[in-house]
T-cell receptor, first 116, second 114 residues
Framework: EADIYQTPRYLVIGTGKKITLECSQT?????MYWYQQDPGMELHLIHY???????EKGDLSSESTVSRIRTEHFPLTLESARPSHTSQYLC???????????????FGAGSRLTVL | KNQVEQSPQSLIILEGKNCTLQ??????????LRWYKQDTGRGPVSLTI?????NTKSNGRYTATLDADTKQSSLHITASQLSDSASYIC?????????????FGRGTQLTVWP
């Protein structure tokens, strides 16, 4: 059963529209992430957060922005969508696990965005 | 350069057969290695996580091995089922930061035919 929820699952919009992808988790995890994934390619980290009021840019440059006002909520916003933003966006959260302190991620089902 | 390479890129097997997926990495300093299963249109789901001192870890019909000296890992699937059809992603974490940076492979696309 999913403990991290993403909406919408699919979104088709026109160029120039503002969109927000929602991500919520019920596990109380402090760390949350947004990844971008294109078909047949590896996941790329675009944003992450250590906790409330903490947001950082990831390895892949993105025109999107994020906010973390509540622990459970980590929305991603695109002010003006373009066809180049067409991709799958995956939200994840994590907790430190085991004596090694491994950061184990739990992923949402993803939001597939298509910009026409 | 820290990289994770997976092979084969895609694989087709018949239901009931076994298969082995490979992962080679150059990530250093190494912290842990994870295998994820990603169904089409879904998010990845963790199968196993292995640290430096672990050589083998099983999760049902999935068995992962790790050779930290040669920087290689494998995921063996026994008695495959149709539901095993998915992309299997190898992810390696370093110890370079508190967050533990993750390096993702591109995945092996496994198709199981009846």
């Amino acid at each position: 059963e999913a403990d991290i929820y993403q909406t919408p699952r699919y979104l088709v919009i026109g160029t120039g529209k503002k969109i927000t992808l929602e991500c919520s988790q019920t596990m109380g995890h402090d760390k949350m992430y947004w990844y971008q994934q294109d078909p047949g390619m590896e996941l790329h980290l675009i944003h992450y957060s250590y906790g409330v009021n903490s947001t950082e840019k990831g390895d892949l440059s993105s025109e999107s922005t994020v906010s973390r006002i509540r622990t459970e909520h980590f929305p991603l916003t695109l002010e003006s969508a373009r066809p180049s933003h067409t991709s799958q966006y995956l939200c994840a959260s994590s907790v430190t696990q085991g004596p090694s302190g491994a950061n184990v991620l739990t992923f949402g089902a993803g939001s597939r965005l298509t910009v026409l | 350069k820290n990289q994770v390479e997976q092979s084969p890129q895609s694989l087709i097997i018949l239901e009931g057969k076994n298969c082995t997926l490979q992962c080679n990495y150059t990530v250093s300093p190494f912290s842990n290695l994870r295998w994820y299963k990603q169904d089409t249109g879904r998010g990845p789901v963790s199968l196993t996580i292995m640290t430096f001192s672990e050589n083998t870890k099983s999760n049902g019909r999935y068995t992962a091995t790790l050779d930290a000296d040669t920087k290689q890992s494998s995921l063996h699937i026994t008695a495959s089922q149709l539901s095993d059809s998915a992309s299997y992603i190898c992810v390696v974490s370093d110890r370079g930061s508190t967050l533990g940076r993750l390096y993702f492979g591109r995945g092996t696309q496994l198709t199981v035919w009846p």
